[in-house]
Every structure is written in C-alpha cells, then in structure tokens.
C-alpha cells in the first residue's frame, strides 16, 4: 500500500507541475496548432478567451514604393505590398511610415490602423491569410523636401485599439 500512495502522490505532483506549465504558458503553448483544441476545450469550460495567432516577424512589407500624387500637390501616394509567411492566418499589423533628413533625424511619422490603410473587402476577411499577400495603397501629406530618407515597420496593435 505505501508503494502504491507514493506513486500515486508522484503522479500527481507531476501532474500539477504539468497543470502549471501549461497554464503559466498557456498564450504560448494555445499558439501551437496541435494544442490549440485541447486549450479551446479547457476555455470553454472555464470561460477563458484564446490569444489569436499571431507571430508579427512572419509578416513581411515588400515593394515599398513612395511617389508624389500626380496633379495633387502636397501629397504622397504609398503602395507597399504585405506578406504574411505564417502558416496561419492573423491580425493585420499597424503600420508606421518614418520620414527622415540625411543625418536621420525624424521629420513626420504616422501609424495607420489597419481600417486606415485596408479595402473595405480586405477588412470584412478573419485576418491576413496565411502565405498570401495583401497590397495597400496610402495617400499622405508630404512631409517637405528635406525629407530624404523614409521607412515602412510594422506594429503589433492591440484588438481594442483597431
């Protein structure tokens, strides 16, 4: 009988250890597609809510492309081109357009939500699908004609700010 209760406490320490990881990283580990439906199950019994998936570095911005609105003066047209290299679909980014001089000085920054810089059509989509690409097209006020140098990152937002 001692055998037997030892190992019975044993399996359950382990099985509260176990309890702990998964829940300490349960934002993590509820990313992995192969336990995403064992953590749904355990929220839907405990009333939690699911982290959406999300991994920013799989997104990628490509052709990035910065030109003067023709017949309108003061304003930039942006055309850039978002990648998303994840194998699942997720948040669309903000993103931050950084206009710098020649000795790097920021001059004008903006971040756009994604209801700024989507198609209505994009926007209606559960998110950016996985390993497709999304063009977006801007109009900007021009910062001025020492802005030189510009670059295009993209921020993770929160859900309740878009």
């Known amino acids: 009988w001692r055998r037997l209760v030892w190992t019975l406490a ?3 320490a382990l ?3 176990a309890g702990q990881y998964a829940w300490y990283n349960r934002d993590a580990l509820a990313l992995d597609p192969r336990l995403r439906p064992l953590y749904a199950l355990a929220c839907k019994r405990i009333g939690c809510v699911l982290p959406s998936f999300r ?3 799989q997104i990628h911005s490509e052709a ?15 055309d850039a081109v978002l990648s998303n290299h994840a194998p699942f679909i997720q948040d669309f980014p903000g993103m931050e357009i950084v206009f710098s001089d020649m000795r790097g000085r920021v001059l004008a920054s903006r971040l ?12 209606q989509l559960a ?5 497709k690409s999304v063009s977006v097209h801007l109009e900007i006020v021009d910062p001025g004609e020492d802005a030189t140098n510009y670059q295009l ?3 993770d937002i929160p859900p309740a700010v878009d």
């Not at 990035?64 to 942006?78: S, Y």
């Open 10 to 12: 044993c399996l359950l």
């Open 15 to 17: 099985l509260g250890i």
């Open 55 to 57: 991994d920013f570095a």
């Open 64 to 78: 990035l492309h910065i030109r003067p609105a023709p017949g309108r003066p003061g304003l930039l047209l942006v």
């Open 112 to 123: 756009f939500l994604p209801r700024e810089y989507l198609e209505p059509q994009v926007l």
């Open 127 to 131: 998110g950016m699908p996985s390993r």
């Open 153 to 155: 990152y993209l921020r």
